[in-house]
């Protein structure tokens, strides 16, 4: 089956850790995006890659960073410098950046105690 | 602002009745437009979209509505189920701009069996 996943579903980490979500898609896509969701707030875009070793910031980039090895991977790390971590981050997929139905995985939520 | 409310607008519908669920957008220069349905706990799913060259879109069970001139966006629902309680994003982007969706904040609809 093609599709995107995420992986861990739940992720809990303390104060002042970098932790790494990850995302990989198995379509064959070129653009990858991340998003972080907040309760009654639309999805707001991290960062994004439209090919590979090649990455965007978006809206709200401050306290992530992002690589692109792999097409099929785009790994984001919340550092300690995010001073609000605690949210649900999607991943996202494209087949390009100027065909943008994106195709979402399941997301990750992300706790800091 | 933006972090007013944490609250989802809502719309609560009985099962069998139509469903109707509004999304005002920003951009003038917007020419494609998507309708997501999340499910709690999962990421976006498509449902349905339109271009600008259209004012009426449907699919199975849905019909997006598009109103240029006051920046529009309606997603009609026939019959409305239970299954189809869930948030309901709509999506906009200018391919004349960046390509990036933005989304709107959504709008959570209840279906009462």
């Known amino acids: 089956d093609g599709g995107i996943t995420q992986s861990p579903k739940y992720l809990f980490r303390k104060e002042g850790q970098n932790v790494t979500l990850s995302c990989e898609q198995n379509l064959n896509h070129d653009a990858m995006y991340w998003y972080r969701q907040d309760p009654g707030q639309g999805l707001r875009l991290i960062y994004y890659s439209q090919i590979v070793n090649d990455f965007q910031k978006g809206d709200i980039a401050e306290g992530y960073s992002v690589s692109r090895e792999k097409k099929e991977s785009f790994p984001l790390t919340v550092t300690s410098a995010q001073k609000n971590p605690t949210a649900f981050y999607l991943c996202?997929?494209?087949?390009?950046?100027?065909?943008?139905?994106?195709?979402f995985g399941p997301g990750t939520r992300l706790t800091v105690l | 602002g933006e972090n007013v409310g944490l609250h989802l607008p809502t719309l609560s519908v009985q099962e069998g009745d139509n469903s109707i669920i509004n999304c005002a957008y920003s951009n003038s220069a917007s020419d494609y437009f998507i309708w997501y349905k999340q499910e709690s706990g999962k990421g976006p799913q498509f449902i349905i979209d339109?271009?600008?060259?259209?004012d009426k879109r449907q699919g199975q069970r849905v019909t997006v509505l598009l109103n240029k001139t006051v920046k529009h966006l309606s997603l009609q629902i026939a019959a409305t189920q239970p299954g189809d309680s869930a948030v309901y994003f709509c999506?906009?982007?200018?391919?004349?701009?960046?390509?990036?969706?933005?989304f709107g904040r959504g709008t959570s609809l209840i279906v009462h069996p």
């Open positions: 999506a906009e982007i200018a391919s004349g701009g960046s390509y990036i969706p933005t």
């Open positions: 339109i271009r600008s060259n259209m």
């Open positions: 996202a997929s494209s087949i390009g950046v100027f065909v943008n139905e994106q195709f």
